[in-house]
């Protein structure tokens, strides 16, 4: 198994740029989260997802959409770049049964945004 | 509302001296707690579970629930335990969504 694979690792883009960043997992996993690290600020939830076609915000979800058309994918898309959002976003996904202490951690995308 | 609380941005201790990070939370109900632990440009990794009440690497931790603490320990600090610790708080059962905390950046100098 890949486990939790992200891409791209690092990105820049200008304000007001749109841009997807792509989260997969192949561990048939339902529960799939975006949280994004910032210094200073921990990790905060964007958006998670209990399961195919079934999406929710987290705490910090304005400026941010994501869908759920296979359980492997969830996608993270920046309709519109802004200097605020410059982070690192990690995906995370969990078993259907599983436990949140069983969070499997993608390895990061570091994006700038100018 | 769930928050956890480390209050400390930055720890740095010799090695072999011992170290804590301190983590306090809040929750109305009852919480799952846990420490998770990134090194150096990796993913975050789980470090331990209060319901394991195991010790991981040497670092144990304790929930204390009268004073909502679940403060993370070692004896002797390593080189290698140089890294960023997250506190981090779930409401158990099929609440799968994490509250971490804004992490304690800790250096073990040599």
């Known amino acids: 198994n890949a486990g939790v694979t992200q891409t791209p690792k690092f990105q820049v883009l200008k304000t007001g740029q749109s841009m997807t960043l792509q989260c997969a997992q192949d561990?048939?996993?339902?529960?799939m989260s975006w949280y994004r690290q910032d210094p200073g600020m921990g990790l905060r939830l964007i958006h998670y997802?209990?399961?195919?076609?079934?999406?929710d915000q987290g705490e910090v979800p304005n400026g941010y959409n994501v869908s759920r058309s296979t359980t492997e994918d969830f996608p993270l898309r920046l309709l519109s770049a802004a200097p605020s959002q410059t982070s690192v976003y990690f995906c995370?996904?969990?078993?259907?049964?599983?436990?949140?202490?069983?969070?499997?951690f993608g390895p990061g995308t570091r994006l700038t945004v100018l | 509302a769930q928050r956890v609380t480390q209050p400390e941005k930055l720890l740095s201790v010799f090695k072999g001296a011992p170290v804590e990070l301190k983590c306090n939370y809040s929750?109305?109900?009852?919480?799952?707690l846990f420490w998770y632990v990134q090194y150096s440009r990796q993913r975050l990794q789980l470090l331990l579970r209060?319901?394991s009440r195991e010790s991981i690497k040497g670092f144990t931790a304790d929930l204390n629930k009268g004073e909502t603490s679940f403060h993370l320990k070692k004896p002797f600090a390593q080189e290698e335990d140089s890294a960023m610790y997250y506190c981090?708080?779930?409401?158990?059962?099929?609440?799968?969504?994490?509250?971490f905390g804004k992490g304690t950046l800790l250096t073990v100098n040599p």
């Open positions: 981090a708080l779930s409401g158990g059962g099929s609440n799968y969504k994490l509250t």
């Open positions: 561990m048939n996993h339902e529960y």
């Open positions: 209060h319901i």
């Open positions: 997802s209990v399961g195919a076609g079934i999406t």
């Open positions: 929750y109305s109900g009852s919480p799952e």
């Open positions: 995370a996904s969990i078993p259907g049964q599983g436990r949140p202490d069983t969070q499997y």
